[in-house]
């Protein structure tokens, strides 16, 4: 498999959804609602690429990043443990109520699918599927240019080559099976807006914010025709999150508080992601596309967090200084607070595993509509 080279290394995430139905009788075995997860993306979605990319501009392979993994190592992922999408790939849907929940670490996976760029993308496991999510990438092919990460078209073009690695595994009929029951993920945006946008004086003039999130959203769905012209019919996009609550854009622009402004640019995005979304599954034969809200539930955790077990907000748990405000986490261990679990962000820009298990609930309950 081709590494990538020059101005474009990139990182691909590894990230796995399979969705399994609890057994009717005791003594079955589950059996796997999807046959695979595709992802595409930034770092809300890196599981661990950017390890093998030398001129990537983001990267979390060392600690504290991982030390409530399942390891309690590095892995890749922006955070202290696991990602949204760890937590769902763990869950368990029953036949009878069609209702999600956490499952246990026994019922959940053995493996999750890999990073495309990593040594375990091969042979088998591709049949679990691959991410080739980037940290630091988006809609807008800047992004990606500023931070040596996989741009949308690099990401399409890796995936093109998966799937023709996927069919010498398991031929060409069961890897388009495998494809078009598969449950592609997108999850773009915040970068475009918060790392590039935001801090970009030559981008704000040529666009204004509504301009250049309609720029955003005809990329995403020129990205979803490519997807359904290449067999997949489940796709499911993420909104933005509330960017004026992240914990970095607050240090920067908000003297300590939420930026009403970027919140509302950021629903005005979401709405038109929602209404683009609407359209394009009414035009493309058996398209289920479905856009999962983060906006709601991590919004939440910030306007209410001691109901849901939180005590921190605006900081995150690791950086220097007593502020806490870094985007990223330093490669060292001062700086970092002893009580993750209180934290709904681990970062600058990141949530915590407790705030990640939360927003899982949510989106489960919204992905239903993919497998249903």
């Known amino acids: ?35 695979a997860i595709i992802s595409f993306g930034d770092s809300s979605t890196d599981v661990g690429n950017n390890n093998y990319i030398p001129a990537a501009a983001f990267k979390a392979d060392f600690p504290p990043y991982g030390r409530n993994f399942t390891t309690h190592k590095p892995t890749g992922r922006f955070c202290d443990g696991k990602l949204v999408t760890d937590f769902t790939g763990e869950c368990r ?28 993308a091969s042979g088998k496991r591709l049949l679990q ?39 010498k595994v398991t031929g060409k009929r069961k890897a388009a099976g495998i494809l078009s029951g598969a449950v592609h ?26 301009e250049f999130s309609q720029l955003l959203i005809r990329r995403f769905a020129s990205f979803v025709k490519d997807l359904h012209g290449l067999g997949a019919r489940r796709i499911g996009a993420t909104s933005l999150p509330p960017v004026g609550c992240l914990p970095a854009p607050i240090n920067l622009f908000g003297h300590g508080r939420c930026i009403s402004r970027l919140n509302a640019e950021a629903q005005n995005f979401n709405r038109k992601l929602n209404a683009t979304a ?86 489960i309950d919204q992905g239903i509509a993919l497998i249903a």
């Not at 399979?18 to 796997?32: H, I």
């Not at 599927?129 to 399409?156: C, D, N, V």
């Not at 945006?189 to 004086?201: A, E, K, M, R």
């Open 1 to 35: 498999m081709a590494k990538p080279v020059g101005t474009y290394a990139a990182l691909a995430v590894a990230l796995v959804l399979f969705v399994f139905a609890l057994p009717l009788r005791a003594q079955s075995p589950p059996a796997a609602l999807v046959p």
């Open 93 to 120: 849907i029953s036949y009878q109520s069609f209702r999600p929940s956490l499952a246990s670490e026994a019922l959940g996976f053995a493996s999750f699918p890999p990073a495309y760029l990593s040594p375990q």
């Open 129 to 167: 599927g691959a991410s080739f999510a980037s940290a630091g990438s988006g809609y807008y092919e800047g992004t990606a240019a500023i931070y040596h990460a996989l741009s949308l078209a690099k990401q399409m073009e890796y995936y093109k080559e998966y799937r023709i690695e996927l069919a």
């Open 185 to 210: 993920l997108m999850s773009f945006g915040n970068g475009d807006f918060f790392q590039n946008y935001y801090i970009n004086s030559s981008l704000r003039r040529l666009y204004t914010q509504d």
């Open 278 to 363: 609407s359209q394009l599954s009414s035009k493309l034969p058996g398209l289920n596309l479905v856009v999962l809200d983060i906006f709601t539930p991590l919004m939440e955790l910030i306007t209410s967090p001691s109901e849901h077990g939180f005590a921190e907000v605006r900081k995150g748990c690791c950086g220097t200084g007593t502020s806490r405000t870094t985007v990223l986490c330093k490669p060292r261990r001062e700086g970092v607070c002893a009580n993750p679990e209180q934290y709904v962000f681990w970062d600058g820009v990141h949530p915590t595993q407790a705030a990640n298990q939360y927003i899982a609930h949510s989106l």
